[in-house]
């Protein structure tokens, strides 16, 4: 089963999904908002489509770790999302990713413009692999 991340935006939504064992994440692609309506069956359809077990949510909190808008957005998005999904939605915090995305994209060479395009699925990769990794030594710890 995969792990879905979701990097919210109003217009655009980053996508990661991890492999089946859940060891990597692969920036999945950008969905464009279109309505509820067609937004909610987007997003069953992909669960059912990929064996999604669990979401992934990047909560943009502020720096010093109050919510502010943004996060207030995205914890109405996690609890639309939980009215039609009946899986594990994970809010995890997602500080600094899209800076990392954009330096990623620099060292690539990818010009500003073009970086836009990507930085969304970017940033949903770098989520989903800082959780996969977390849950990874959770579980190392574990048994140890």
Known sequence: MRVLAIDHGD???GLAL???LQITAQPFGCYEVRGK???KAHFISLVA???ISEIIVGHPLQMDGARGER????EAFVGWL???LDLPIVLWDERLTTREAYDILRQ???KQ???KKYKDQLSAGIILSEYLESKRSNREGASS
């Open 11 to 13: 217009k655009k939504i």
């Open 18 to 20: 991890s492999d089946p």
């Open 37 to 39: 309506k067609a937004d």
């Open 49 to 51: 489509d990929y064996d």
């Open 71 to 74: 996060a207030l957005k995205v």
């Open 82 to 84: 939980r009215s039609f």
């Open 108 to 110: 690539q060479n990818i």
């Open 113 to 115: 413009r073009e970086a």
